[in-house]
């Protein structure tokens, strides 16, 4: 009795399934749908493969490897260091016409105007100058000049010692430069058919690091232009709210300070108590040639004494 009730179980599921199976292969739907289920089947095991080739792929690494990788971005750096000697050499020299075309004051200041020309004192407080050290300026232009050539994730603002011949420049944030393995080429195909055939990045596995930094041979006058500009601010210290008995008198008190030094040479002319200095500098060398000229004013505010009154 039981093996009659097994044997019409066999029966209904076999023939259930010739139904299950007839619905498909009869059945316009049951076609059309196994017509688009093969495709899908296709790409998700081409899918499966894609992704253990990869994994196989990632693993098979030697230190060769990366030891190529680590002597590439060496090379890349040591290039880019070439390239910012270039860079800098280029940018000093403008730089220095940045400063003269700003006449001698940082970026973006301005203490006023006498005629043309830009005042190197505050107008109120004349013992007050609103030009700090011309070093300092010159810095402030030749980071900027330096950083319109460096690539996007190379700028960074620079630490300079300038020398009669030379400029040094340290940077204040590093070179960072992330170390990836060589392109692994992945392949896989299915049923005779190529899936996939194309190259995979490998991951970044370190990070290569370099404080950039640089000397260039530059002969400038820029010590000179600086005993220049602390002589004008002990002028404008000394000479101020003193009492005198004619502007020729304050003239005189100015002409304790020298004003020329090495290659810097300066024409100074008076109206009463403003004064006008018009500079020129000849900073070329046997290679290039670079003059830069400028002019500043600065006004001493003065009483006429008192037996003269």
């Not at 023939?15 to 299950?20: A, E, I, P, V």
């Not at 940018?91 to 004051?105: H, K």
């Not at 505050?122 to 007050?128: I, M, V």
Request: aromatic share 12%; glycine share 4%.
């Amino acid at each position: 009795m039981k093996n009659r009730k097994l044997s019409h179980s066999r029966k209904g599921s076999e023939n259930s399934l010739r139904k299950f199976s007839g619905l498909f292969l009869c059945s316009k739907k049951g076609i059309e749908y196994l017509t688009l289920m093969i495709p899908v089947l296709m790409i998700v095991t081409g899918f499966l493969i894609y992704e253990v080739m990869i994994k196989v792929n990632a693993q098979d690494l030697t230190m060769g490897e990366y030891s190529a990788a680590l002597l590439n971005i060496n090379d890349q750096a040591s290039k880019d260091l070439l390239s910012l000697d270039f860079i800098v050499e280029k940018a000093a020299r403008n730089a220095l016409y940045r400063l003269a075309q700003n006449n001698g004051l940082p970026l973006g200041t301005s203490c006023g105007t006498a005629k043309d020309y830009k005042l190197w004192n505050d107008e109120k407080n004349s013992k007050k100058m609103c030009t700090k050290s011309i070093h300092e300026n010159y810095a402030e232009y030749l980071n900027i000049e330096i950083n319109k050539y460096l690539p996007e994730d190379k700028k960074t603002n620079f630490e300079f010692y300038i020398t009669d011949d030379s400029i040094h420049g340290v940077a204040l944030e590093n070179w960072n430069y992330p170390l990836f393995l060589p392109e692994k080429k992945v392949s896989a195909t299915f049923m005779g058919i190529t899936v996939f055939d194309e190259k995979v990045g490998s991951p970044k596995f370190g990070e290569y690091t370099i404080k950039p930094s640089f000397k260039v041979d530059f002969p400038n006058e820029l010590n000179n232009l600086e005993k220049l500009r602390t002589n004008i601010e002990k002028m404008a210290i000394f000479c101020s709210d003193r009492e005198y008995k004619t502007t020729e008198s304050l003239e005189n008190c100015t002409e304790q300070f020298p004003l020329e030094f090495g290659k810097v040479s300066v024409q100074k002319s008076r109206s009463n108590n403003i004064f006008y200095f018009d500079v020129n500098s000849d900073m070329s060398s046997l290679n290039e040639e670079i003059k830069i000229n400028f002019k500043f004013a600065i006004q001493i505010p003065w009483t006429k004494s008192e037996d003269e009154k």
